[in-house]
């Protein structure tokens, strides 16, 4: 079924169960300093156990860069990041700013930081801060790395040196996110995540109303360790096997569970650092109650709005396929068995990024499966199946599908055409209605959809939509599921 070998799955997949199947990556911990000199190796041995696959161990000075590499050298879930902080950025020179380039070649390297400015504390003069910082940029795009942002008392100003110095093309994330939803936004506009600690589960000063505004897709887990331990240990040192703790607070602001919390935001940090070296087929995954199914990453449209080729990924789960990986549906009934099988799940959902209908035969023979095992069954469709199957095919669905939910897009062929750029061109509208009205005889619940952006004419659908006796459900942009 995967990709990975034996021997590859054994360690994460023991640690996934031991913390309950959540796996975490804690963006930034400093476990070089002496608070950790008495205990180090249980301190790794708990993060293990409660779930982290990997942390970025920050260098940010001389010192704590050649500490860090020494003593996690063997240990390869560990990744560095090399920088200068604001802080340190009297200290910088030429020669050091070498050292420092040279260091980030080094194997796991994934980052440039932490760097950036801080007017709170103020360590070193702005002017110099304002150098160093943007001094780091220019190495980070050397290197093509991303950037390991601290920003403190310093919101405008940080933004302006990222943007003036065209930081967007490396991308990164601002640690120990202090800011609020715009600032976080203009991040994202950079391509820029935002972490949040440990502190988020302190009474006061908890991010939680900016966290309710962000998606978690822009959101990556911290420990910061040795500081801002959670509430229950203020005053103590911390360590990354509490960044749970900063995931369950993340997953109630956002009505999601903590698991969800961990793949989105490990999948944000394997993407933002690159970690996926080894490629994974994700066949099935989960999004709330539901299993959704990925039988291919072609399409029959080109959606000008759709990342299918760039970056098909929701909610954490990557969903690129090539043609030769996609799934049998004997492979595709294995993965829902692997997953806890028909009963599992409230509902099943053919998705993904692509076109299930074009695989009808694999979709009818799993969710015959799925209907002989009692499960409910949805179709998440562009309407193209009988343009590309060239003959009726709604009627084959009869007994297998519960909801066929059918992209709608526009009121009239010509704007159809131009936002779906569909493989038939205008008539594909036509056929898109022709399929609705023959699978709304056969199948329990049809519906249309259409996403609001203010271009459509929603009151035109609507008509479209009654003329067909098919339901029609508006949708926002952005929304999830
Ligand atoms: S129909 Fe769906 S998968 Fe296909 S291009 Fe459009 S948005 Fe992407
Ligand atoms: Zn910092
Ligand atoms: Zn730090």
């Known amino acids: 079924m995967t990709q990975r070998s034996p021997s590859q799955e054994a360690g994460p997949e023991r640690e996934r169960a031991e913390s309950g199947g959540r796996v975490f990556i804690d963006s930034h911990v400093h476990l070089d300093g002496p608070d950790y000199d008495g205990d180090r190796a249980e301190v790794l041995a708990r993060a293990r156990a409660a779930g982290v696959e990997n942390m970025v161990q920050i260098g940010y000075n001389r010192l704590t860069i050649e500490r860090g590499m020494a003593l996690f050298a063997d240990q390869d879930w560990i990744h560095f990041s090399t920088g200068l902080h604001p802080h340190d950025s009297a200290d910088w020179s030429a020669e050091l700013e070498a050292w420092i380039e040279e260091r980030s070649a080094w194997p796991r390297v994934v980052a440039i930081g932490e760097v950036g400015l801080d007017w709170f504390r103020d360590y ?38 990222l943007e003036e ?74 360590e990354p096997a509490c960044v749970a703790e900063a995931a369950a607070v993340i997953a109630r602001v956002k009505g999601l569970s903590v698991e969800d919390v961990a793949r989105i935001t490990r999948r944000n940090a394997r993407v ?6 080894a490629e994974e087929r994700v066949l099935v995954y989960p999004i709330r109650r539901s299993l959704y199914l990925n039988l291919t990453n072609r ?29 049998t549906a004997a492979e595709l009934i294995a993965a829902i068995e692997a997953r806890g099988g028909a009963g599992a799940w409230e509902e099943f959902v053919f998705c993904g990024y692509g076109e299930p209908m074009m695989r009808l035969d694999e979709l009818k023979a799993v969710a015959g499966w799925l209907k002989e095992r009692g499960a409910r069954v949805r179709v998440n469709t ?90 029609l459900r508006v949708r926002l942009l952005d929304e999830t599921g």
């Open 124 to 161: 070193a003069p702005a002017e110099t801060q304002r150098r160093v910082f943007r001094q780091m940029i220019r190495l980070a795009r050397r290197r093509g790395l991303p950037l390991i942002v601290h920003s403190r008392a310093a919101e405008e100003d940080t933004l302006r040196v």
């Open 165 to 238: 110095e065209g930081a967007g093309d490396v991308g990164g994330v601002m640690h120990c996110y202090a800011y609020g939803v715009e600032t976080a936004q203009r991040l994202r506009e950079l391509g820029f995540l935002v972490s949040f600690p440990c502190s988020v589960t302190y009474p006061k000063r908890n991010q939680t109303e900016v966290i309710a505004e962000l998606q978690v897709e822009q959101m990556l887990l911290e420990t910061d360790s040795p500081f801002l331990p959670p509430q229950r240990l203020r005053g103590r040192r911390n």
């Open 272 to 277: 933002l650092f690159r970690l996926d070296l």
């Open 299 to 327: 399409c029959t449209a080109d959606c000008g709005f759709c990342t299918r080729l760039t970056h098909p990924v929701v909610k954490g789960h990557n969903l690129a396929l090539r043609r030769e990986q996609e799934p």
């Open 382 to 471: 562009n309407g193209h199946a009988d343009l590309w199957h060239k003959r009726p095919t709604a009627s084959e669905l009869r007994g297998l599908v519960d909801v066929v939910s059918i992209s709608l897009n526009a009121d009239n062929a010509a704007q159809y055409a131009a936002i779906v750029r569909p493989a038939w061109g205008e008539r594909s509208f036509q056929g898109l209605l022709d399929f609705a009205r023959d699978a709304a005889r056969v199948v329990p619940e049809v519906v249309f959809t259409v996403v609001d952006d203010g271009s459509i004419d929603i009151e035109g659908c609507r008509r479209i939509a009654a003329e067909y006796g098919v339901p």
